[in-house]
């Protein structure tokens, strides 16, 4: 290896700054460079794996040979500091700031309400502005392709594409898709109310400044002359532990890959970087060829095209473009097969980052290009120091046969793929959890090829991704069937062959077995079809074409941009100027957020002395810890100490939540102990060397059916009853009964746990930065934990990107790990949990079983139910007691029921413990609720709808337990959404569409709402806040709320500056920390506005009567003049405002109780398209009526809307956790759990307040942050509907299991059919499946 003293400069550019790196390390990646060395922290760590989109930057090459700059978005996360070289670099910072200037795409993000938490903001902007770098007046479907890399799971992306959209020209607020209508016009949209004054402008369009792309920075020009130097030679950087060479030639390449024939050529490193990262793989030398010319570049011959291996996969779309484009449409099928899968293979980051030769080298089994390439013919060019060849991809290389693969020294130069003849055929087939950004779950490339004139086949290449190790060819079937004629019995025939040769053993990794072996016979029918269409096109009279019935099977569905409307009620002309409350005020961060200058914890900068953390985790689900050696992890370089269950000094199980394993586990991902050190990469170094034994302990309970089994409960069980149940279930028309299950779900908040512990010199204190929705409880913990009084522990938080209820309980136990490991080491630590602990550890939304028992007559009343729900609380009670009322409390829904009875009960299991979500439980419990209804209807013969309004409250009445309300927005928000979705005219159009086309089917729902506000318990609606009035006159707020992205500040600024009569401009919010106002309870249920806001409004309305005599004395006074004169006359200018809270009781030995202080009602009607083959879906338009009463801040309480439709809607249909048999999560990342991009939400998505009076809360206002979720489930009532259609045609029963999430394999495997009917299946006694369903 070469010596230190070899190690060259590594040269690059940051924000137009020259960086110089005299020891570049090839193993820090350019997120970790810009967070911890240039101390750039606008670029966020969502997933460390190129899955999120949160570390976007723009990275500017210039090409000597075109002479042009090439700017493309790359995730920085997986950009070895190395590659950089030459290169330059705009994060974030480098496209503005409040400091110096914000650029048009930050200021319009924030505008439009694109941030709520503000932690995907800073990608949002890089891909915005990188795409406008490249195309300053983009199209709308540009835009939507540039955020498909993008998670964000606070906002629902609308608000996001549209800032996007307002670079469009000629794209206005009018959505009415280039009608030449404008959706605004009273005529076109008939559900203007006529009694309301409704507005419909979130924002001012005037207000924004233009983008002018002179403006923009230049590519240094030291950097062009470094690219063009002719003397450029090949470079070496000298690591702690590896090597990176960068040769200029191809001589020099060879050269060095036969010197080091193990080394990986580096090239997006989209595949070598996941792999040393999360696979554990090390290598101490990498050669990183990128620039060499010989690996860049494409050339059309008359056979077809060559491209070189170091092209991305965006600029071989760009060269497919450019051919397709040029040449006749018969010689480009391969390439248009390869440019569909090309749009949705991951996101636009790791197209421009992955090559062409790295896709093909690594041979990926979920390949999306190389199954096409393959059934294309396409060739690799190979070079080594010995000679050239080629190898045909359609031979054994993707395979992987030892003998197939590259020799040693060689390297793939470019790849050939050849045009298609006259009569050959080539298309790529895939399906996917999501439609992009996403692994295949199946993916295929096919082609024939004819005699020609004749639809004989010549030749015919069926290759097909993850359905084993390796991309894998149908070798046998396609051979036997050369000759065949393009008929049904070869569609039989292939069918029933393919599944004899490709085997997916019951066992597989992956799962989903039976629908793999289903979608591989489905996507070859696909494929047949397709062929046949085209056949008719090449001669109609020879070869008839498909049923009209089955032409829409042929085509996925296209990718629209999205588009909406949001309607809500205009402020009263009549209201002084000044006072913002109703009006739709931009988030208190937004502009923070989308320039990177909001502040999370992880960005604070490093505390002196301060330490990593790393976690060690159980691997078993029960068992006896036998040894614990840490001793090898104590001597890795930069460790100060191991934390284990001796060090510490209190409890170590508070509330019986553990912190520190002892001498048993109960749950994989339970911590063992911590290891502290001076980086987190030698943390975590070291933590891989702790060692442990373990014995095993029986039983280790899973699922709920087990713990039901051995009665593995953790709480009592819940009852609600009403009426007689067992009389009425004797005079009915008919009773059924059936089972729901619904799956978990992870919170997935882009700002992973955060804490940062800071042990203090005196008397004990610590001080802990967390981003949490409970500070107390952090204190509480830690309190515990440490044996101090909470007087001595501060907890501060300032904001969190993103919570959802997975910040309440778990900040506390993490908070509790921290702050012993600061007390043991006396040094502060950080400790931010990577995304795959952090889903390890922290678990999620309680998976659920529902049974019901159901009596109805036949008109569809339900006379009397009887349900009972269990959920699975995972290992430690955290909050599954509460989650567990909440369920039996909330359950009704929007249904009176006379004869009612609800069970529940928190099964303890063997998984890590479940937690409070977004809904608290309703989102699970009420889709059973909706089961059971729809269930009714089919039963009658009546459309759910139907069945829904015979049932629904319809006048003020009690609830099951005894709580008097009135339903009237309810009827409103139901009335309103079937008539103004024009449900019942759609309903019918979906039949038609229905009748027309038998592999596709569309489905409605619409879905009512009575979600309850708050907490049982009354001291849990306290809040207090604490108001300074500083003597110039600027007002420091301080309340128990925490930010989490809902816009609580913003709101408490509002309802500030009305009731001291200021502009908002002269209230303050800095952070909440249980320092300034102590005891505050969580922020969750929805309660947040209500219970800050009368803390606030009650301190201001103290200060003000203070301040009432002075004011009266000088009226015309000034505010500023009036806080001084109160100093003068030694009047206090700080006041605690206080709020009893909602005075709410249960009582669960009497079943009654006013448990909740109000309601908040909606309606969704959601209407999908699926794909019966596939099992894919579509959502095409969603309309959501939200009682809203009357919105403080109609732009934030619509992306609360939005936001949890968007995430309920992930809940019902793509979000679905992977469980092994014995308790171990797969799903620790966005590359194995899909919460919704930017292409699944809505193609259009229409939203309406609804105005109502609520006057026990602030102004009349409804907490809205959790109730939009359930309405996601329309969504999944919407597939059943589409589904019971196919079901129907296909004459199959009509009640079939409704279980969510409604994954693409659900709905394929409910569409049964010859295709269904032909895989083997095998006895399920007779193997362990890969994963199992834990509810
Ligand atoms: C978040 C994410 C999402 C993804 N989604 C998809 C998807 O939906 N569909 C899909 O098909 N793929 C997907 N991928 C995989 C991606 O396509 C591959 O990782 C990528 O194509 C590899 O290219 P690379 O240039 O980054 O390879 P690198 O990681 O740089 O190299 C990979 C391997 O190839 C070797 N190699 C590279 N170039 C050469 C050469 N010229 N000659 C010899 N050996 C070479 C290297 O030695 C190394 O072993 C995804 C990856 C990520 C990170
Ligand atoms: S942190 Fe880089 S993509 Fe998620
Ligand atoms: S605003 Fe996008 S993740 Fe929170």
């Known amino acids: ?222 950097l062009i002359r470094m690219a063009e130097d002719p003397h450029k030679r090949r470079l070496t950087f000298q690591g702690a532990r590896t090597v990176w060479f960068m040769p200029v030639t191809l001589k020099d390449l060879l050269e060095l890959k036969a010197g080091y024939p193990e080394a990986p050529l580096v090239m997006g490193n989209t595949t070598v970087g996941p792999s040393i990262k999360f696979k554990g793989e090390f290598h101490p030398i990498f050669i990183s060829p990128l620039g060499i010319p010989e690996l860049n570049f494409v050339e059309g011959t008359d056979n077809g095209a060559t491209v070189g291996a170091a092209y991305s996969l965006a600029q071989l779309k760009d060269a497919l473009d450019f051919l397709v484009s040029e040449q006749p449409k018969e010689k480009t099928k391969t390439y248009h097969a390869l440019l569909k899968h090309l749009r949705t293979l991951a996101g636009p980051q790791i197209r421009n980052m992955a090559t062409v030769g790295g896709h093909t080298v690594s041979r990926p089994n979920f390949s999306d290009l190389n199954p096409i390439l393959a059934a294309g013919n396409a060739t690799i060019n190979v070079m080594s120091k010995e000679g050239k060849r080629q190898i045909s991809l359609n031979g054994p290389f993707l395979e992987e046969l030892p003998e197939a693969n590259l020799k040693p020294g060689e390297v793939v130069v470019s790849v050939s793929i050849p045009y298609t003849t006259q009569w050959q055929f080539v298309a790529g087939l895939r399906l996917a959890q999501r439609q992009e950004n996403a692994f295949a779950i199946v993916n295929a490339g096919m082609s024939v090829e004819f005699e020609e004139g004749t639809d004989t086949i010549k030749g015919l290449q069926m290759f097909f991704g993850s359905v084993a190790p390796t991309v894998v060819s149908a070798k046998q079937t396609c051979k036997q069937l050369i000759g065949r004629q393009w008929d049904e019995q070869m569609l039989s025939d292939a069918c029933q062959w393919v599944l004899e040769e490709i085997r997916i053993p019951p066992e597989a990794e992956g799962g989903m077995v039976e629908y793999r072996r289903t979608l591989m016979v489905s996507l070859f029918f696909k494929f047949f079809l397709k062929v046949r269409r085209w056949l008719n096109k090449m001669d109609p009279q020879k070869f008839p074409d498909i049923p009209g019935k089955f032409v829409s099977a042929l085509d996925d569905f296209p990718i629209e941009t999205p588009q909406g409307i949001q309607m809500f009620q205009c402020v009263d002309p009549n209201q002084p100027q000044q006072d913002p409350v109703g009006h739709p005020v931009m988030h208190q961060s937004a502009i923070k957020h989308t320039t990177g200058e909001a502040i999370f914890v992880d960005d604070m900068p490093p505390v002196d002395q301060e330490l990593f953390l790393a976690v060690v985790t159980s691997t078993r689900a029960h068992a006896k810890i036998t040894s614990l050696d840490v001793s090898k992890a104590r001597a890795c370089p930069g460790v100060v100490d191991v934390i284990t269950a001796k060090d510490v000094p209190g409890e170590n199980n508070h509330r019986g939540e553990i912190f520190y394993a002892q001498s048993e586990v109960i749950c994989v991902g339970q911590i063992v102990c911590t290891v502290a050190a001076d980086t987190y990469a030698h943390a975590k170094e070291a933590a891989k060397q702790v060692k442990i034994a373990y014995d095993d302990i029986e039983p280790a309970i899973i699922t709920i059916e087990q713990a039901l089994e051995l009665n593995s409960f953790l709480s009592p069980e819940r009852k609600i009853e009403q009426g007689n149940v067992d009389y009425a279930f004797k005079h009915v028309d008919q009773v059924i009964e059936g089972e729901v299950h619904v799956e978990g779900q992870e919170h997935f908040y882009m700002e992973t746990q955060s804490i940062l512990a800071i042990p203090q010199t005196e008397d004990k204190e610590m001080v802990l930065h967390v981003g949490t929705q409970f500070p107390t409880h952090v204190q509480e913990y830690v309190s515990a934990a440490l044996k101090v009084p909470r007087s001595r522990i501060a907890c501060h938080m300032k904001r969190t990107g993103g919570a959802f209820g997975g910040k309440v309980t778990k900040p506390a136990l993490l908070g509790a790990v921290a702050a012993v490991a600061a007390n043991k080491t006396g040094r502060p630590i950080r400790f931010i949990l990577e995304r795959s602990n952090d889903m390890l550890i922290t678990a999620g939304r309680h998976p659920l079983l529902g049974k019901y028992k159901i009596g109805f007559m036949n008109n569809g009343e339900i006379k009397a139910a009887d349900v009972e729900y269990y959920v699975n609380g995972g290992c430690t009670p955290d909050e599954s007691e509460m989650v567990v009322e909440f369920i039996v409390l909330k359950s009704e829904n929007a249904y009176c029921i006379p004869n009612f009875r609800c069970r529940g009960r928190a099964c303890k299991t063997n998984l890590p413990s479940n937690t409070a979500f977004r809904g608290f439980g309703f989102p699970q419990a009420t889709v059973v609720v909706e089961a059971y209804v729809t269930a009714v209807a089919l039963k009658c013969n009546l459309l759910p709808e139907e069945v829904k309004e015979i049932n629904m409250y319809k006048r003020t009445s009690k609830t099951a337990y005894k709580q008097t309300f009135n339903p009237e927005p309810l009827r409103r928000c139901w009335k309103e959404c079937l008539e103004k979705s024009s449900f019942y005219s759609r309903k ?348």
């Open 988 to 1335: 019918q159009a979906a039949e038609e569409f229905n009748k027309k086309n038998y592999w596709k089917k569309r489905g409605l729902a619409v879905t009512p709402m009575k979600f309850s506000i708050g907490i049982p318990t009354a001291s849990y609606n306290q809040a207090a806040a604490l108001v300074h009035i500083y003597l110039d006159g600027s007002v420091l707020l301080t309340h128990g709320g925490c930010e989490l992205g809902q816009g609580l500040y913003t709101k408490m600024i509002q309802v500030a500056s009305r009731e001291l009569n200021i502009p908002q401009s002269y209230v303050h919010l800095s952070e909440t920390s249980t320092v300034t106002v102590p005891n505050a309870l969580f922020t969750a249920g929805s309660l947040g506005t209500d219970v800050n806001g009368k803390a606030v409004q009650n301190a201001c309305q103290i200060l003000l009567e203070r301040l009432r005599p002075i004011i009266k004395k000088n009226p015309e006074g000034k505010w500023k003049e009036w806080v001084a004169k109160a100093f003068e006359e030694s009047i206090s200018l700080s006041a605690t405002g206080y709020f009893k809270g909602y005075q709410t009781n249960m009582d669960w030995e009497k079943e009654e109780g006013d448990a909740y202080p109000y309601y908040v009602y909606g309606a969704a009607c959601s209407e999908v398209e699926v794909d019966c083959l596939t099992g894919a879906h579509k959502l095409l338009r969603t309309d959501i009526f939200m009682d809203a009463a009357f919105s403080i801040n109609p732009a934030l309480d619509i992306g609360q809307i939005e936001g949890a439709f968007i995430q309920g809607m992930g809940l019902y249909t793509t979000e679905e956790l992977k469980y092994s048999p014995k308790g171990v999560l797969y799903s620790r990342g966005p590359d194995d759990y899909k919460i919704p991009t930017v292409t699944e939400i809505p193609e259009e998505f229409y939203i309406t307040l609804v105005h109502s009076r609520n006057p026990i809360a602030i102004y009349s206002s409804k907490g809205l942050g959790e109730a939009g979720m359930f309405l996601g489930s329309s969504v999944l009532f919407a597939i059943y509907d589409a589904v019971t259609a196919a079901r129907k045609e296909r004459g199959l029963s009509n009640t079939f299991p409704l279980n969510s999430p409604a994954t693409p394999e659900v709905i394929r495997m409910s569409c049964t059919d010859q295709f269904t009917d032909m895989i083997p299946r095998d006895d399920p006694s007779t193997y362990t499946p890969w994963s199992i369903h834990v509810s």
């Open 1 to 222: 290896m070469p010596s230190i003293s070899d190690s060259d400069e590594l040269i690059f550019f940051v924000n137009g700054r020259k960086v110089i790196e005299k020891k570049a390390d090839p193993e820090v990646n350019l997120l970790i460079y810009l967070r911890k060395i240039l101390r750039l922290t606008g670029t966020k760590y969502g997933c460390g794996s190129g899955g999120c989109g949160a570390c976007t930057v723009m990275v500017s090459r210039y090409d000597p040979k075109s002479k042009k700059i090439h700017h493309y978005p790359a995730t920085a996360c997986l950009v070895p500091i190395c590659s950089l070289h030459g290169a330059a670099v705009t994060t974030v910072e480098g496209v503005g700031s409040i400091k110096k200037r914000i650029h048009p795409v930050q200021e319009r993000l924030a505008k439009c309400h694109g941030t709520q938490c503000g932690f995907c903001s800073p990608g949002m902007v890089m891909s915005i502005y990188t795409l406008l770098r490249n195309h300053p007046e983009p199209t709308p479907d540009q835009i939507t392709e540039a955020l498909g890399g993008n998670l964000c799971r606070c906002t629902g992306y609308r608000p996001i594409v549209e800032s996007g959209k307002t670079f469009s020209p000629g794209a206005t607020v009018c959505q009415m898709k280039g009608s030449g209508k404008c959706c605004m016009d009273p005529d076109e949209r008939s559900f203007l109310s006529r009694e309301e004054k409704m507005c419909t402008k979130l924002y001012n369009e005037d207000e924004f400044q233009p983008l002018d792309p002179s403006q923009e920075p230049i590519f240094p020009p030291e």
